[in-house]
């Protein structure tokens, strides 16, 4: 764990911004924020290292920003028992065209005579699969259990304990091109700080914008950055289906400086003060061309010129989503978050466009006195934050099981010599 203490952080390298967070475990299952701080970024693009050190003075800026915030940090400190906070481990989220995922099967034959299915079977089983899966210049980042089936017993979450001679999984697969991965942990090795663990930034971003009931109920979400918008599909408790999109609010900013021949920063602001229903009063927008000229537009031109990108977008989204049969099944409706989401209106539009109930993602899942922890664009930062929580709570669980599956592999191993050999 971090620091030897039991703070966790995590970082989020968004090809617009990246999102350094902190948090602390509080009781057996609560998660506390304790941190976070953005800056823009630099030497990326479409996930790729395009600037290897712009990207590690990126990451140290953020690492001072935050490190610098220790009188927020003091109250935590003390939570986590820990005097010496410095960001030198964290959680990586890793996102992009480059994502893969698959769904698929993977079966193990336990014995000839019904057996009780251990933790030890369990991992045997997705260890093969894994190795099964396994090709060159990929990595395997996730290998999630949909469900498990035990002969006949269907649909069970966890087979342990189930007696059967024959057990299968649905699983579902995210990996990423190993050699991107790589890169974006050597940058932050540059930058003096190790990498834990590898997160999808899609999966983080569910753990603090969706609740358990809309993962049962069927949900999807739309996590819209700069460049891509991560497209989840949870439904009965587990990931059922993503999908990178090739897409995000950077495509705006570039129509918009196309459209009225002005900068990519001056696109950006212009892009902050869209409406989607602009009135027709006077009010008038002063544009500075790249000729150095400047033009007056009236704000119903900006509004014409993003909404025909974001109609394109939602197009593009909204045909991914009925070609692939999961519109129909999300119950729970379709959940945003992401910087693009805090465009005015967007919620109401993509909501007229999809036909479905699309809610604006509220952060949830811990607590935090920082109003910063509030905002979506963290989704994926405090997310990760909170998956590595709770991973790091349950292995010592694990480890005590271990001791139960050797007992267990043992008995097994004696059951399956006995069935050899009478
Ligand atoms: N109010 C707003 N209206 C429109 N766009 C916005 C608004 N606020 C932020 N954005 C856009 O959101 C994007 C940044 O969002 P975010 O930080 O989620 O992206 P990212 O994580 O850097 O990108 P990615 O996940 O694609 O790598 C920028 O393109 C920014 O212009
Ligand atoms: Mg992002």
């Given at each position: 764990m971090n620091n030897g203490s039991s703070m966790v952080l995590s970082l989020d390298i968004g090809s617009d911004r990246t999102k350094l967070c902190a948090g602390v475990p509080v009781g057996n299952d609560r998660v506390e924020i304790c941190a976070a701080a953005m800056v823009k970024t630099k030497g990326i693009s479409k996930s790729v290292v395009t600037n290897s050190d712009e990207l590690t003075e990126c990451i140290e800026a953020l690492v001072k920003k935050l490190e610098g915030n220790k009188k927020k940090l003091k109250r935590f400190v003390y939570v986590a028992k820990n005097k010496n906070i410095k960001v030198n481990s964290i959680y990586l989220t890793i996102g992009g065209e480059h994502i893969l995922t698959v769904n698929s099967k993977s079966a193990l034959r336990l014995s000839e005579r019904p057996v009780l299915v251990s933790r030890h079977d369990v991992s045997r089983l997705m260890d093969t699969a894994k190795s099964l899966q396994r090709c060159v210049n990929r990595e395997i980042i996730h290998l999630l259990p949909q469900e498990f089936m035990v002969d006949g017993y269907k649909r069970l979450k966890d087979p342990e304990g189930v007696c059967g001679c024959m057990l299968t999984a649905k699983l579902h697969t995210i990996s990423c091109e190993a050699s991107f991965m790589q890169n974006l942990i050597n940058v932050v090795n540059n930058a003096g700080i190790s990498v834990e663990d590898v997160i999808y930034s899609g999966l983080a971003a569910s753990f603090s914008a969706l609740t358990k009931q809309q993962k049962h109920a069927g949900v999807i979400l739309l996590e819209f950055g700069a460049e891509t918008v991560d497209a989840l599909f949870f439904k009965e408790d587990s990931l059922q289906w993503t999908s990178v999109i090739p897409f995000g609010a950077k495509d705006i900013t570039l129509e918009i400086a196309e459209n009225l021949s002005v900068t990519f920063m001056q696109a950006e602001q212009l892009k902050m003060q869209y409406k989607s229903m602009p009135d027709d009063s006077m009010y008038k927008i002063i544009v500075k061309k790249k000729s150095a000229d400047y033009n007056t537009i009236i704000p119903q031109y900006l509004t014409a010129v993003v909404d025909k990108k974001l109609f394109e977008i939602m197009f593009f989204i909204k045909k991914e989503l009925e070609l692939s049969g999961i519109l129909s099944k999300a119950d729970a409706g379709i959940v945003i978050s992401g910087g693009?989401?805090?465009?005015?209106g967007f919620t109401a539009k993509l909501q007229e466009f999809m036909g479905v109930m699309v809610k604006f993602g509220i952060m949830r899942g811990f607590v935090s006195n920082l109003p910063a922890a509030g905002s979506n664009f963290y989704a994926a930062g405090i997310g990760a934050v909170m998956y590595a929580i709770d991973k790091n709570r349950n292995k010592p669980v694990k480890m005590s099981m271990r001791r139960r599956d050797i007992f267990r592999q043992i008995v097994g191993n004696v059951k399956d010599m006995y069935n050899d050999y009478f």
């Open positions: 693009m989401s805090f465009m005015d």
